[in-house]
């Protein structure tokens, strides 16, 4: 089974999802006719090599010339189902978008229906959020993992506003997931990579095991005191059997099997195969 493992040191975003997968192998000329099913225009990609603190990454650029547009899930749905994409990403790509809809019906108190996309309803993020499915589609990617999230710390200008960071609806999204922050006053997590990783991801913890077959970077805007970059992993799942544990953070953490604290006894099991030999 191949798998994908994202370690979000600096955040994710959706974006940076795109520039991952790209350095980890999707072709980019088939990922730009792929987009070109989709019935939008007024956009250009374009894709570079960065380097962010010593280490290279792939940035890709989604440029747009659309105005400030408010898009409903419905208007957006529209635009998803008209394309000529394979039904699994068509599918994929709105139960994202529903995510979204979702996390802000409840932050602004009203329906999914009725909720005005502001930033996430752009074309930008529309073809982040359906390119990023594309992405791992393409790639055979069957199973999704992440690190714990680094979500920054501080305040964040959006449509409604100065907020906190992280943003109302993208601390909704995270609801369930593992995140910390390390004070670094910037938004690393979206709402595009926040709605993505969620919707995708199996758990949020140490890599599971696996045979790595690739490894990309994708690069984010900012730059930071840390590389501000999206490693993504491709593999081969393995057996979890002879999955050890790993000190993070003061804890011992088990592959699958919750942690255990620092003082706590441990008990580990073995099985023996032909116990008379060792007789």
């Known amino acids: 089974m191949r798998i ?3 370690h979000c040191f600096a955040g994710i975003s959706g974006d940076m999802i795109l520039g991952a997968l790209v350095d980890a192998g999707l072709d980019w000329e088939q990922f730009q006719a792929d987009l070109a099913k ?59 978008f529903t995510r979204l809809a979702e996390a802000e019906a409840k932050v602004h108190q009203t329906t999914i229906d009725r909720v005005h996309f502001h930033e996430v309803g752009a074309i930008d993020s529309i073809v982040d959020i359906v390119g990023s499915v594309i992405g791992l589609w393409r790639l055979g990617i069957e199973e999704v993992y992440a690190s714990p999230l680094h979500t920054g710390t501080g305040f964040i200008k959006s449509a409604h506003g100065i907020m906190p960071n992280p943003a109302p609806a993208t601390i909704e999204l995270l609801q369930g997931a ?30 599971p095991p696996m045979r790595v077959i690739n490894t990309g970077y994708g690069a984010g805007d900012l730059d930071l005191e840390i590389p501000n970059l999206l490693r993504l992993s491709i593999g081969e799942k393995t057996d979890q059997s002879g999955s050890g544990g790993q000190i993070l953070d003061g804890h011992i953490r088990y592959g699958g099997r919750g942690e255990v604290q620092q003082g706590q006894a441990v008990m580990m099991e073995v099985n023996i195969d032909d116990m008379m030999s060792l007789i």
């Open 38 to 96: 989709l019935p939008l225009t007024g956009y250009e990609l374009q894709v570079k090599k960065v380097v962010k603190r010593g280490i290279s990454g792939t940035k890709v650029y989604v440029l747009a010339e659309e105005g400030h547009v408010h898009r409903h899930l419905h208007d957006i749905k529209e635009i998803i189902n008209a394309s000529t994409l394979p039904e699994y990403v068509k599918e994929k790509s709105i139960q994202v």
């Open 178 to 207: 593992s995140i910390y922050s390390q004070g670094i006053e910037k938004e690393l997590i979206t709402p595009t990579g926040a709605a993505v990783i969620t919707t995708y991801s199996q758990n949020f913890g140490i890599m």
């Open 4 to 6: 994908a493992y994202f």
